[in-house]
Structures are given as structure tokens and as C-alpha cells.
């Protein structure tokens, strides 16, 4: 078994714990992925960091990464990186055996985020636009599940309050 040294936490570790590198094929990048990924953590919380954070959330690479794979907010961002990364997901497993249309539910926001990306509908702004109260994103809502085109526009602040049942 081929093994090396991580040249930042200086322990040895299977060459299956190291990123392949792009610009050389057949050689590894000196670090491992865990120090790898804990270095962009401490990174992000730098100025620096939050400034470049900031810019590639508002170019145009973020919008095709997420366009690759029919994500289209941050949270599902989330989601999608804990599949990808083959992590279990406790907190997906948990809403399922709460929520008893979840499947349902699932495959309405996809059927929703297909027609966004195809063009056959257009975020619009969020219904309560007018109160000048609106906070955070613009987000899907579906009172009816069985309708996945039927879709009410709101921001994530009055989402909430319709979910919760304060706002009709």
C-alpha cells in the first residue's frame, strides 16, 4: 500500500488521504485532505478569506457549479456536499421519519427546480415585497404539493412565518 507523509500535520497516511494534483498527473498535493479542509476553514474566517468567499459566491463559476448539479441555494449546497462526500446524513434521516411527505415533498421541489432552470418559470420577487419588511432570499413555497408549479414566491423571513402558520 502506497503511503505519505502530509507535509503540514507530518503524518504518515495512505495515498487515498491525499487530493491527486491537477496540473500533474500521477503526483498527490502535499497536504492531506483533513489538513487540507481544516486550512480552508481557518482561511474563510480571514478578511481576506471573506472578501474571496464573498466574490466567488457572486461570479459566474459559482452559478455554473451549482447549475451542474440542479442546486440552487446554499442549503441544498449542503446537502449536496454531504452526498458527494459520501457523509451519512443524520439530519435528512430524521426529517424523513418525521415528516411523512417527504418524498413528496422532494420530488416537487425538484420538479419545481427543473422548470426554474429550463425556463418555464421565473423567480419573481416575494409576495410581501410590498410591506418593506422582506429579509434574506427569495424562496420556493408550495402549499400543495400535488400542484409542483404552483408556486408562491416569498423571502426567507416570510417563509417562515407561513410555515409556522403566523402568516397566511
Known amino acids: 500500500m502506497n503511503t505519505k507523509v502530509c507535509s503540514r500535520c507530518h503524518t504518515e497516511k495512505p495515498i487515498s488521504a ?87 415533498k422532494k420530488a416537487t421541489q425538484a420538479t419545481a427546480r427543473r422548470a426554474i432552470l429550463s425556463g418555464k418559470i421565473t423567480p419573481q420577487p416575494c409576495e410581501f415585497s410590498h410591506l418593506n419588511n422582506c429579509h434574506g432570499r427569495i424562496e420556493m413555497h408550495h402549499d400543495d404539493y400535488s400542484r409542483p408549479l404552483v408556486i408562491r414566491w416569498l423571502c426567507s423571513r416570510h417563509h417562515h412565518l407561513i410555515t409556522v402558520g403566523s402568516l397566511t
Open 18 to 104: 491525499f487530493y491527486p494534483r491537477k496540473d500533474r498527473p500521477g503526483l498527490y498535493v502535499a497536504w492531506c485532505k483533513p489538513c487540507l479542509v481544516e486550512h480552508g476553514r481557518e482561511y474563510r474566517q480571514t478578511e481576506q478569506g471573506k472578501k474571496t468567499t464573498e466574490a466567488y459566491n457572486q461570479s459566474e463559476n459559482r452559478k455554473q457549479s451549482l447549475a451542474k448539479y440542479n442546486v440552487s441555494d446554499k442549503r441544498t449546497a449542503v446537502s449536496l456536499r454531504y452526498y458527494l462526500t459520501g457523509k451519512p446524513k443524520e439530519h435528512l434521516a430524521r426529517r424523513k421519519k418525521t415528516d411523512r411527505n417527504y418524498s413528496k
